[in-house]
């Protein structure tokens, strides 16, 4: 197996240097966003969302410069005892999660409540990079090739699937196969795969949801149907998006926020308070923002010399821009509200930390992406 070499040897200072300011400059951005909205989300007060939302952003950004400065052959050895943790605490919400509106998706450890899939969501990355960096390229298409990988992801978006939780559970799916595809997989196996995909659909949509599932899903089609319903979210988050205009209403001038219309305002549609009191150009402003972290990453991954560093980077940008695409879809009504939270700036702990954990290891790989390539090829490689 080869192993991580740096040419020389570096201090912590010398790595802080070495960062990548813009995306932390653009991460702090979006986290200040995410308080003022959730402040106007609270009709003007720190208390709920936005102090808690400013302690855990502190919490993660430190996070997230420790998790840099480790060098990769950490988190390499550190990938399957992560993923087994990850797996074992899904496991754990199966036999003791708490229940909330229906869903047993949080697990209760002494004072700490968290939501294992958001942790299993880059212990995915990790393990599949790990994964493909150990086996050698003409093995991908191989049936252990094929078979571990398939394994690695549906065991916990299973898992994930079961609480119900759809939206975390595709975000799950997507990204391990996003990951994979990087990784030199056959196009007459994307062929094949996508043919049975199709046709395994609408058995899935059939027998593999809930019934309240299944209702978000086809009710995104014509929401006016059951206005008052099943309807009723994404009815109010295009009313309060159109309401804003160009330039909207005015912080918390927002009528269908602070009258309280707007259902799960501090989390799932977040983005349609952004929209109603700052309007067009707040939106588009923040979705620059995005767009421009997802640019540096991309660049970051092409800059590294390993396989690992690039499935890792290049894996957790992919579930970056999903949670941002399905957010942004379900609030404005292109596709179904399945649960996704805007990254960094909808409410939520263990997303937030997550998503900075993921960042952390980011930079990671922008800090030491000249060290000794890894065995693999791939699309990247």
Known sequence: ????????????????????????????????????????????????????????????????????????????????????????????????????????????????????????????????????????????????????????????????????????????????????????????????????????????LQFGLEDYQRRRIFTFLNPEEDPLGAGYHILQSKIALGSGGLTGRGFIQGTQTQLNFLPEKQTDFIFTILGEEFGLVGGLTVLALYALILANTVAIAASCKSVFLRLVVMGIATTFALYVFINIGMVTGMLPVVGVPLPLVSYGGTVMLAVLFGFGLILGAHIHRNAEPARGAGLLG
Request: proline share 6%.
């Open 1 to 204: 197996m080869a192993v991580f070499r740096e040419t020389v040897p570096r201090t912590f200072q010398e790595k802080l240097f070495e960062l990548n300011w813009a995306i932390v400059l653009l991460l702090l951005l979006l986290g200040c966003a995410g308080i003022g909205m959730l402040y106007s989300a609270a009709e003007g007060a720190w208390d709920p969302w936005a102090i808690r939302h400013l302690i855990r952003f502190s919490l993660g950004l430190g996070i997230m410069l420790i998790t840099a400065l480790f060098p990769p052959r950490f988190w390499m050895g550190m990938s399957y005892p992560i993923y087994l943790g990850a797996l074992a605490l899904l496991v754990g919400v199966e036999l003791f999660g708490d229940t909330v509106n229906g869903a047993q998706r949080w697990l209760a450890i002494g004072p700490i409540r968290m939501q294992p899939s958001e942790i299993m969501k880059i212990a995915v990355v990790l393990a599949l990079a790990r994964f493909y960096h150990d086996l050698p390229a003409d093995k991908i298409n191989s049936p252990f090739g094929l078979l571990a990988p398939a394994f690695l992801i549906a065991a916990p978006a299973a898992l994930i699937l079961h609480q119900p939780d759809l939206g975390t559970a595709v975000l799950v799916g997507v990204t391990g196969g996003a990951i994979v595809f990087l990784a030199g997989l056959s196009w007459r196996i994307i062929l094949g795969g996508a043919i049975a995909a199709a046709f395994a659909i609408p058995a899935f």
